[in-house]
């Protein structure tokens, strides 16, 4: 079942269901905006352990929060004589919904044609002297190297074309606000009680409760069953056991 945020009406919200879960009248956290905000805050960390879950566990068909209405993409211009471009700054939203991995990197040729390059590593690999050497060889990138928050292509483009750069991305989750009522976690509804349990369970082992345990074996099921769900994602996909091949069939 999905469950939205908040519901005063049926109390069948995040926000009701870990006032219940807490041992807390209904009305007690959905009636104070302090407490509201804090909720709030512990739901939102709870969506980045979901994702950082599911991300370990991905497979072939990546996991993106389905409140998100674009593409897990993000477009750069490509500038003359620029070398290093800051991965936060490849944002959709005033810096929301940050890339957290990069799958892919295409850059556009003097045609305007987006040609996919090559990764490596500046540390460890041969023959890069080039990225570190001061000469800024200029051309058309055909390679790049990932540090910390910065993209770094190879040779140094001599042309500027906007949306010039295009990377494939993991990205942050669209999180909840205090206002938000219908709004759900962008998540298979089969795991929204993540969204309050999590919360709880950090609220039990602050406060001493006698429930800690029992919502702590909760949680950890929920984390065990999530990591699985999102590990074998993607049935269509061509793995060990149903790969197509050219071998003839024999029929008796």
């Known amino acids: 079942m999905s469950i939205q945020f908040s519901d005063t009406s049926t109390y069948k919200g995040l926000v009701q269901m870990y006032e219940k879960e807490i041992g807390k009248e209904y009305g007690d956290i959905s009636g104070s905006t302090v407490k509201l905000k804090s909720f709030t805050a512990d739901a939102n960390m709870a969506v980045d352990s979901f994702m950082d879950i599911a991300l370990r566990a991905d497979g072939s068909w990546n996991v993106d929060d389905t409140n998100h209405t674009d593409f897990p993409e993000r477009k750069m211009t490509l500038t003359s004589g620029t ?141 065990r069953d999530i990591e699985a769900r999102f590990a074998r994602r993607a049935k269509d996909g061509r793995g060990k056991d149903n790969v197509m091949t050219m071998r003839r069939i024999q029929h008796i």
């Open 83 to 223: 070398r290093r471009y800051a991965i936060s700054s490849f944002t959709a939203d005033a810096g929301q919904n940050l890339p957290l991995d990069i799958f892919k990197v295409y850059v556009k040729n003097p045609d305007g044609i987006y040609v996919e390059i090559e990764p490596v590593d500046v540390q460890s690999d041969i023959g890069m002297q080039s990225f570190t050497d001061g000469q800024a060889v200029a051309g058309t990138p055909y390679r790049y190297d990932k540090t910390g928050n910065w993209l770094d292509l190879d040779p140094v483009p001599d042309y500027t074309l906007a949306e010039g750069i295009k990377i494939l991305i993991n990205r942050e989750a669209s999180y909840f606000a205090s206002t938000d009522t219908t709004k759900k976690a962008g998540f298979p509804g089969l795991y929204h009680r993540y969204f309050y349990l999590h919360p709880a369970r950090e609220y039990a082992r602050i406060h001493g409760l006698a429930s800690h345990d029992r919502i702590a074996l909760e949680v950890a099921k929920l984390e």
